[in-house]
């Protein structure tokens, strides 16, 4: 979210800045998925809620500055500043090519997946927002974000699943500040993959919820705060999620876990290391131990390993 205190750093200190410290693990990646949480634009009439965000049509760069190149549209602050904010958002991403999904026009564009291809690899990408202002959802005749309320979605995944080889689905969902996914995010992300989807991306609590695998695919209900304009105290330590896959299946999955705290590194993220690290580490096993059926560990240096695998 470059709205708000992050836009006025960035714009003292260069596009790159709030990448300094993470810049290598973002490079080693051939997709680099973030939830873009605020719309690009200059003007027009805010929609009256405690907050509302836009910001720099420049700033664009920043998300090329960070290799950031598959970005979710779905949430609840796309629409903050109305139709032609969205376009212009959409415009820009497109312009510089970075993928997105997840809002349009009408209902039927902000459900359109985004397709490319990864080393020989298909990928499909949908993105979907459940969270409110209700006003922000698209219909059959108005913009905004894709709100997954008909069988049209398990419909789309199985169509997707059946000309890719890896279907990424991103949700916005559940309670701010919450560290457990509440019992429809748990339905929804199943009833996902049931239908074909390989992976799933969760935001908009802030912070870290737990990892689950759900037949043998990764639901992550919660990766918490990146870049992101707020000094909240809740917000203090996040992930970056680094999967490795191999014809369409997940071959190695590792946690980055880093410092979120504006007030110490100040729309900076730093890659946490020692005590701090190992302690994180812990804390994300045990939120993860009661979603899994089949137990697993986050070992010292981040990577998930499922008990029986380990020597």
């Not at 470059?2 to 260069?14: A, H, K, P, R, Y």
């Not at 958002?89 to 993928?99: G, P």
């Not at 913009?143 to 069988?151: E, L, M, N, R, S």
Request: hydrophobic share 40%.
């Amino acid at each position: 979210m470059l709205g708000s205190w992050t836009q006025q750093v960035i714009q003292q200190n260069g596009y790159s800045y709030p990448f300094k410290n993470v810049i290598e693990v973002m490079r080693s990646a051939d997709i680099v998925f973030a939830n873009l949480e605020a719309p690009f634009g200059e003007g027009g009439e805010a929609y009256p809620k405690q907050y509302s965000f836009q910001v720099d049509p420049q700033l664009i760069k920043v998300i090329s500055a960070g290799h950031i190149n598959v970005v979710s549209i779905a949430n609840n602050h796309i629409m903050d500043f109305g139709i032609e904010s969205l376009q212009t958002t959409m415009k820009l991403l497109e312009n510089n090519n970075i993928f997105f999904a997840g809002a349009g026009m009408e209902l039927e564009e902000a459900r359109k997946a985004a397709k490319f291809s990864i080393k020989g690899q298909k990928i499909a990408f949908v993105a979907y927002s459940l969270t409110f202002p209700e006003e922000f959802w698209a219909t059959d005749t108005s913009a905004g974000t894709c709100f997954p309320y008909h069988t049209f979605v398990y419909d789309d995944i199985k169509k997707l699943d059946a000309d890719s080889d890896i279907v990424i689905v991103s949700c916005h969902w559940g309670q701010e500040s919450m560290e457990t996914p509440k019992d429809y995010q748990i339905e929804l992300a199943h009833k996902l993959i049931d239908a074909g989807a390989d992976l799933i991306l969760g935001h908009h609590p802030h912070v870290i919820q737990g990892i689950e695998y759900y037949k043998g695919k990764l639901i992550a209900y919660s990766l918490g705060n990146f870049i992101f304009g707020s000094y909240s105290k809740k917000a203090k330590e996040s992930i970056l999620l680094k999967l490795s896959y191999s014809n369409g299946q997940i071959t190695k999955t590792e946690i980055v876990p880093i410092n979120v705290f504006n007030e110490e590194v100040e729309f900076q993220p730093i890659i946490l290391e020692g005590k701090r690290k190992d302690n994180f580490l812990r804390y994300l096993n045990k939120l993860s131990l009661e979603l899994n059926k089949s137990p697993f560990v986050i070992s010292s240096d981040g990577e998930i390993q499922e008990i029986n695998n380990i020597n």
